[in-house]
């Protein structure tokens, strides 16, 4: 497509390297430019409004244009634009962040360690991982399972237990030492005629053989997301989580949670540990913690951690990680201010009361000849296109069937994402309201019957 030469799609395409984008493809097409905000919705640069169905990145908790946020990131710009947090340094938002969070976080997390987005928290919780086991006299304890269809981040220790091979190829990763076990998606990976119970005792034996193969006593820890996100959005079955755990446990692997997505409600309870009875060692967040209107995350530590750390700078020196910007004071100013918002607002209240608008809404899809599953919880979910529904046959991805449902929808109005594997993700804004869940749906299933 020719834009006019000053326009800003024809200057993007000329300038801008995007990330998670097929480039060739891009050439020809261009950007979608957002201007603006409001609400649940974002305008592009012709004026058009779209219902903002993916909260952006699966992120933007509290929509587009929350005046609380703007007012407490401008008066700490104007307190104190800057400071680090290196060698003892400190700061009010950081200190009254860390205690906010660490108020509202599971049971045993005594620490927290800022860093700028998902990704680099996902790193350091591999980094924390290896450094405790050195700093406890189990130095071989390295490696790292990860899971299949998992989605943890574009670092390289991130990306390499990230379960997805688009990550992988051409970078030369996974790294030495990253080891994958099974998806929780019933649906996808259940053996025929295999039903649920019998699906998370095999997944729980894998984990368990896997260990038994590799050695327990070289295995630092296990990471994964209590609802995948990215990977497709799948919801553990009942109990998935309790029998890892065990075998977690029994071989003293660390657990890291990564609740990148579904930390700060999006699940319904304001972390989804609580939800799937998660007893983290370290546990991931970013995304709704600023409502992203500012880039931060924070990895929560547990107490067992904190005191080998503690201990370990008697004998090892300095805890020799961080970012410049980690906790910078005007992220962790919006992030406050959101966590506080949050609770003024009761949004765990709200995601109660709407959610099951969404998730009965998905689940009604069902009917449409296009969709062979549906699923989600809270205010994330998923429907899976497929050729054939007994069969769970795909269509052949030449055809790019999600692609085209994204398109379509967007043609009507509502930005939602179409997932390798043609899954139609949803994950709004936390504050939306029936009437645009209403909508969201309306344009979902009239993009279905576009590509039918
Ligand atoms: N973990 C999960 C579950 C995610 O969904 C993401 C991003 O989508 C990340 C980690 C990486 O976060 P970031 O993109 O902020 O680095």
Known sequence: MNHPLNSWAARDQA??????????????????????????????????WYLEGMAGLWSASLGFDEPRLVEAATKQLQALPFYHIFNGRSHEPAIELAEKLLSLAPAGLSRVLFSNSGSEANDAAIKLAWHYHHLIGKPQKRKIIGRERAYHGVTIAAASATGQVANHNGFGLPLPGFLRTGSASHWHDALPGENEADFVARRARE???????????????????PVTGGGGVFVPPDGYFAAIQE????????????????????????????????????????KALSASFLPISALLVSEKINQALLAGSATHGPFAHGVTYAAHPVC??????????????????????????????????????????????????????????????????????????QAAA???????????????????????????????????????????
């Not at 449409?368 to 809270?378: C, D, F, K, Y």
């Open 15 to 48: 300038s801008v390297l995007h990330p998670y984008t097929n480039l060739a493809q891009h050439a020809e097409t261009g950007p979608l430019v957002i201007r603006r905000g409001k609400g649940v919705r974002v305008q592009d640069e012709e004026g058009r």
């Open 332 to 405: 962790a100013a919006v992030a406050l201010e959101t966590l506080r918002l949050y609770e003024e607002r009761d949004i765990i209240g709200h995601i109660a009361q709407v959610s099951p608008l969404l998730q009965d809404g998905l689940r009604a899809l069902l009917d449409h000849p296009l969709v062979g599953n549906a699923r989600g919880v809270g205010l994330i979910g998923a429907v899976e296109i497929v050729a054939d529904k007994a069969a769970k046959r795909h269509f052949d991805p030449a055809l790019g069937v999600g692609a085209r449902v």
């Open 207 to 225: 984990l368990e053989e896997l260990i038994a193969a590799e050695g327990a006593d070289t295995i630092a820890a296990f990471i994964a997301e």
């Open 410 to 452: 967007l043609k009507r109005g509502v930005i939602l994402r179409g997932l390798k594997g043609d899954a139609i993700a949803a994950c709004p804004p936390l504050i939306i309201r029936p009437a645009e869940i209403e909508e969201l749906l309306g344009a979902l299933r009239g993009a279905l019957d576009d590509v039918q």
């Open 247 to 286: 075998v977690l446990r029994r071989h003293e692997i660390l657990f890291i949670v990564d609740e990148v997505i579904t930390g700060f409600g999006r699940t319904g309870t304001l972390f989804a540990s609580e939800r799937f009875g998660l007893r983290p060692d370290l546990l991931s967040t970013a």
